[in-house]
């Protein structure tokens, strides 16, 4: 895999954060480290900085392909939510009342963590804790957000609460809103600001950081060793922290799917179009949609708008940056949304790989006894807080300070394994498939009371 050579191009917050960005030089020659961590997104960055500050005697290397914040966590919306892979219903059914609690319990302490990093070393990542937002846009959403409250109420979960119609339009004015999932624990973030920051806290540690230093060859070897074009590491651990990236390791490849998502951004909102739709909290906002929507406002006052459908390509591809229907549907959804922003201009458009695996929950895999090797998927496109919070619990396993540190129960859960090609595509595609046709049922009658039969 080639280093790409204008990552400035792959979306706004790239471009916006790169002017002054001084890269890290690519590696040369051959290293010898304690912990080699393959991946230079939130969750290695935050995995390198956490097992550095606990362990200031480890060398600690990281390798990223191309530069920090290339992948999904330079392209996503910048929401920090405690949404899981799967929903509270979905995870209870999948693995029970008390693993969907202890999920959800993980997500609201990694929202909070991003926040006490962020005060505790002024990242400058233009940070604002404005809280989240799930809607409902038809009936059946707002049946579906009602018992999620429900549940949640029987499991012991605070700070939720359900808002009628009139509630939710008081905080964002959309004619399509029937309700919502409140909570104030959620936050904004500019996602390749607050990694590149990470990324230096880390460095000023001690933490050796190599950009443009794709692997070339891995193997799991004691100790293991990482081919680049230009040299080599060997370590006694390491961590693959390459999320939709993972399926280049053969050894790896069953474990996740990437698939794409798609993002929007339009040109700013003067002061009428922002009085029209209200939005004075700034929440993050998600549909609820078993292929959600989610949306929010830059600190310039655009409109973010992502999702609504994911895309996989056959061969594992993690470069398909633009797919002309799912950025039409999510001009369409604007307009739909925000009737007084129909004709904004939409001045970005980009896409990102992120990393599903078959059950829609993530996994934090342990390979060997020992805990030599370890790996991290299955952010789902919603790893703004998973991914740091994850770094902690890898630096932890890593250290061998397991103990210390309270695992969630998807670290080495078993994962059902996913089919090479040519059954991966047709596979893949069928479960899209369902998705989006429930969604569309869903949807038969339109969005909003208005719509309604």
Not at 13 to 28: F, I, M, R, T, V
Not at 243 to 252: I, S
Request: proline letters at 6%; hydrophobic letters at 40%; a positive charge.
């Amino acid at each position: 895999m080639q280093p790409f050579s204008d990552y400035r191009v792959k979306s706004y917050w790239l471009e916006q954060a790169s002017a002054s960005y001084a890269e890290s030089p690519a590696l040369e020659g051959v290293l010898r480290a304690d912990a080699l961590i393959v991946g230079g997104g939130l969750t290695g960055i935050s995995t390198a900085y956490h097992l550095k500050k606990a362990n200031p005697g480890m060398r600690v290397v990281v390798l990223e392909a191309d530069v920090v914040g290339f992948g999904a966590s330079g392209r996503n919306a910048g929401i920090v939510s405690t949404q899981f892979g799967l929903s509270l219903q979905q995870t209870a059914r999948r693995f029970g009342g008390q693993k969907a609690l202890g999920a959800h319990r993980y997500m609201e302490r990694a929202v909070d963590y991003v926040g006490e990093l962020v005060g505790a070393h002024a990242l400058r990542c233009d940070y604002e804790p404005s809280g989240f937002l799930r809607v409902a846009t038809t009936p059946a959403y707002a049946e579906h957000i009602r018992r999620e409250l429900a549940l949640a109420q029987a499991l012991g979960i605070e700070g939720v609460e359900w808002l009628d119609a009139a509630a939710a339009r008081a905080l964002v004015d959309s004619p399509t809103y029937l309700g919502a999932w409140r909570e104030p624990r959620g936050a904004l973030v500019n996602p390749v600001e607050f990694v590149r920051e990470l990324k230096r806290i880390a460095v000023g540690l001690g933490v050796e950081v190599y950009e443009r230093s794709p692997v070339t060859n891995l193997e799991f070897t004691a100790p293991v060793r990482a081919q680049t074009p230009h040299g080599a590491v060997e370590a006694d651990k390491l961590v693959l922290a390459t999320n939709a990236f993972t399926a280049q390791f053969a050894q790896l490849r069953s474990r996740q799917i990437p698939v794409h998502t798609y993002i929007v951004l339009t040109e700013p909102l003067n002061a009428p179009q922002l009085e029209g739709i209200g939005w004075q909290g700034r929440q993050g906002v998600a549909d609820a949609r078993n292929l959600a929507h989610y949306y929010r406002l830059t600190p310039d006052n655009r409109l973010l708008a992502g999702g609504g459908d994911v895309r996989y390509f056959r061969g594992n591809q993690t470069g398909v940056d633009t797919y002309p229907t799912s950025i039409e549907r999510l001009q369409w959804f604007i307009a739909e949304t925000f009737p007084g922003l129909r004709g904004l201009r939409i001045t970005h458009r980009w896409g990102a790989p992120v990393s599903a695996t078959f059950d829609m929950a993530p996994v934090i895999g342990v390979i060997g006894r020992d805990c030599r090797i370890v790996y991290s998927v299955g952010c789902m496109g919603r790893g703004v807080a998973l991914a740091t919070l994850n770094g902690l619990t890898i630096s932890a396993i890593i250290a061998g300070a397991r103990a210390e540190q309270a695992e969630p129960f998807f670290v080495n859960r078993p994962a059902i394994p996913l089919p090479p090609e040519p059954l991966r595509a047709p596979l893949a595609h069928g479960i899209l498939g369902l998705m989006r046709a429930q969604d569309a049922y869903h949807e038969r009658n339109g969005l909003g009371p208005q719509r309604q039969h």
